[in-house]
């Protein structure tokens, strides 16, 4: 309805309103508020990545549900709009200017795809649109540019990389080889990239035995798991997922690979339920971030307990990582919209006031707080621990899990993350904290 | 290079141990390719959403057994009926409502039907399926491990890995041979395929051998993927992975032709084996390597024939 109206104003008074959107520029305009809340997200929802892409789709729907059910965001109905990103950046881009220019979004969701941010965050610049990086974890997209209008409400690649190597050197420091099979793409190439350079620092002299950088998608590594055998390195790091991890960690476990080398496997836990017991005791395991369903000590207890129930009450299975990064998106639109509101003194924000209200914003989820620093990265802790079993639940959890905290491993702000790395030095490992009690 | 093969010699035995089961399960899914375009003369690029059918219903059927408490060697008879009901029931239904409309047609429609066919099969997998992994592996722990010596050390191979799948490749490619130049049926599928207009002249019934060839090329891709379903996750996309690679298969061996499949699987299993031990960054591009390597010397693919243009 509103955008029938805008469009026949827009033909009726052709020339004014042209020239006074072509002057005025869009993040100027005063804004009235809408009669609901439009949200554009770009997730996968086909294609290998779906296994994260559709999850985190029902965490959305699910989310967006409770949220409309208490009454919207300043009391007005969220609707989102998801977009599969699965056909490509091009096919992306169309898509990011159709939900900003036709469907009349007031902010965006992207993406999971480290290339489709890359793609994205470009875009929020020029059509001046708030843009929540919700889940891709590359590093250069504030470290190789600046964007007013994006803001990443989770870690990324750098803290997700380090905070498992500093584990292992806790854990395990006296290992003195290591093979790398991680997936033939951005993030299996820059992963050992951030990994190396810490490593060649923090414990020198570590003999790499193999790096191997299978197809992403391959269906089959057996040929890899006789290699790894054959080699016997001490720790074996992956940082693949979904079906290739899956792939992956079965045949090793078929061929006791997990008996002779310690795996780290930063990005493991959406795989942990499929894989039950066939996942070994005893490696080091993480979750791009610090919300375990098993966190020993959350912020929030309740609000933990009760977005695990109500996702496994809807979809009968554990919300993995993808639903609690979609979360915190979440969680972030409302406290930003909340502040822009109190700022504008009860007023609806323009597209401006939004992305001042991200900048610097700090909300809660249901195991901390995150704050956005000044380039629009959030800091998010990180959990890492090793994979055991319990009673309570069907597949391998962690134990021992150590808290880092996100300050720590993160990328100063206006350095490059490979440099930093390189710049550490064995003293850093003094800084690890103790395991988390419980 | 003597010296290199004596001090790699133990890599090389377990690259091609390796490759062997990596050959096996490459030739089972391009030889019902390779059939169906031998006597259709269609390019069926839905034929990597029969074996990803074919993996999903051969792990859900196990699963079903699995639950029902029936015992692990029963998973082999899910890989089975998995490959059979796709064979039975979706190759009759896709060559008679779809297919036999387009014979005859130009490549590019076949290809666009298939292409359609093969998204539309994507989306039921989801529907079906979900996007989570599955995954179910009781046939390949049933059998265990086998140990392989290496210099003081061993090396455990699961004996899926290095007998069921090779073995089972061997009897389809001998059984397939046989099938095909010792029987009438089989005969007659080779008629059609050299000449289709002289063998529906002397009075075979043309459209009963397109329906029965490519039901039995599905049985094929299904069987392929209940194969290498306990081995790995099934995740959406991996029918594309694996089309993908067949056509580099059946391009190499030369349309229509069994033992040039058989020949390029070994190839290229062998290629991606010993690719891995030894320059890993080839490992992807090895089957290609191999197509480009062979079509420049044969266009026809290593086993086809030049065939005369018929105006």
Redesign the interface.
């Known amino acids: 309805m509103t955008e029938a109206v805008t469009r026949r104003a827009a033909m009726l008074g052709a020339g004014a309103t042209a020239g006074s959107l072509l002057f005025a520029g869009s993040g100027a305009k005063a804004q009235g508020k809408p009669s609901e809340l439009r949200v554009g997200i770009t997730t996968f929802l086909?294609?290998?990545a779906?296994?994260f892409?559709?999850?985190a789709k029902q965490a959305a729907e699910l989310l967006f549900e409770e949220v409309n059910k208490a009454g919207g965001i300043g009391g007005v109905p969220l609707r989102p709009i998801f977009v599969d990103e699965a056909p490509g950046t091009d096919h992306l881009v169309g898509e990011f200017r159709r939900l900003v220019q036709n469907e009349g979004v007031q902010l965006i969701f992207a993406s999971i795809s480290s290339g489709s941010c890359l793609a994205c965050t470009p875009l929020s610049d020029e059509m001046k649109k708030t843009t929540v990086l919700w889940d891709c974890g590359t590093q250069r997209i504030f470290e190789e540019g600046q964007h007013p209008y994006a803001f990443r409400t989770q870690g990324y690649g750098t803290p997700e990389v380090l905070a498992p190597l500093l584990y292992l050197l806790k854990h395990k420091p006296d290992f003195r080889t290591l093979a790398v099979i991680n997936q033939?793409y951005a993030w299996g190439r820059d992963s050992w990239e951030l990994w190396k350079s810490a490593m060649d620092v923090l414990k020198p002299g570590v003999r790499v035995v193999?790096?191997?950088?299978?197809?992403f998608?391959?269906?089959?590594y057996?040929?890899?798991v006789?290699?790894l055998?054959?080699a016997?390195p001490d720790v074996i790091l992956s940082t693949s997922w979904?079906?290739?991890l899956?792939?992956l960690l079965?045949?090793s476990a078929?061929?006791?690979l997990f008996d002779r080398s310690t795996f780290v496997l930063p990005v493991c836990e959406p795989?942990l339920p499929?894989?039950g017991r066939?996942m070994a005791a005893g490696h080091i395991i993480g979750t791009r971030g610090d919300h375990w369903n098993n966190h020993p000590s959350p912020k929030d207890p309740a609000r933990l307990k009760r977005f695990v129930d109500a996702y496994r009450a809807k979809y009968n299975?554990y919300p993995i990582y993808p639903c609690h990064h979609m979360a915190q998106a979440i969680s972030a639109t409302q406290a930003a919209y909340a502040k822009a509101i109190a700022a504008k003194g009860g007023g609806w924000p323009n597209d401006a006031e939004l992305a001042a209200a991200f900048r610097g914003l700090t909300f809660d989820t249901p195991t901390s707080s995150i704050t956005l620093r000044e380039d629009g990265q959030g800091l998010e802790d990180q959990i890492v621990g090793i994979s055991s079993f319990n009673t309570q639940y069907p597949f391998a959890v962690p134990k021992d899990m150590i808290l880092f905290p996100a300050a720590m491993v993160s990328t100063p702000v206006g350095r490059k993350s490979v440099d930093w790395l390189k710049s550490l030095t064995p003293d850093f490992l003094s800084q690890i904290p103790a395991p988390i009690a419980g | 290079m003597g010296t290199w093969f004596a001090e790699n010699s133990l890599l090389l035995g377990l690259a091609l141990l390796d490759g062997l089961a990596n050959a096996a399960l490459v030739f089972m899914v391009a030889v019902g390719l390779n059939l169906v375009f031998g006597v259709l003369r269609i390019v069926n690029v839905a034929h990597g959403s029969l074996f990803a059918i074919g993996a999903y219903t051969a792990a859900s059927i196990g699963l079903f057994f699995a639950a029902r408490g029936l015992p692990p060697w029963m998973g082999y008879v899910a890989l089975v009926l998995a490959a059979v009901a796709i064979g039975a029931v979706l190759g009759p239904l896709i060559e008679r409502l779809l297919l036999r409309r387009i014979y005859g047609h130009e490549d590019v429609l076949q290809l666009l039907v298939t292409f359609a066919l093969f998204m539309i099969l994507e989306d039921v997998q989801k529907l079906v399926w979900g996007v989570q992994p599955v995954s179910q592996d009781a046939p390949l722990r049933f059998l265990g491990t086998v140990d392989i010596p290496f210099g003081e050390d061993v090396i455990p191979f699961t004996a899926y890995q290095l007998f069921v799948l090779p073995g089972i490749a061997l009897v389809t490619l001998l059984g397939l041979a046989w099938f095909l130049r010792r029987t009438l049926t089989g005969r007659v599928i080779v008629a059609v395929t050299t000449d289709k207009e002289a063998a529906t002249a002397m009075g075979i019934d043309a459209a009963r051998i397109t329906l029965l060839t490519f039901s039995f090329g599905a049985g094929l891709a299904a069987l392929g993927g209940a194969l290498a379903s306990p081995t790995l996750a099934l995740v959406p996309g991996i029918g594309a992975q694996t089309i993908v690679l067949s056509f580099a298969v059946v391009a190499t061996a030369g349309l229509g032709q069994i033992e040039g499949a058989a020949l390029t699987a070994l190839l290229i299993g062998l290629g991606r084996s010993i690719a891995v031990y030894f320059a890993p960054e080839f490992e992807v591009v090895v089957p290609y390597l191999i197509m480009v390597a062979v079509l420049l010397v044969r266009p026809q693919g290593l086993f086809g024939v030049i065939e005369t243009r018929r105006v």
């Open positions: 086909s294609g290998s779906s296994v892409g559709v999850p033939d193999a790096e191997m950088f299978p197809r998608g391959a269906t089959d057996s040929t890899e006789t290699r055998l054959a016997r979904g079906g290739d899956v792939t079965r045949q078929e061929r006791r795989s499929i894989l066939t299975e």
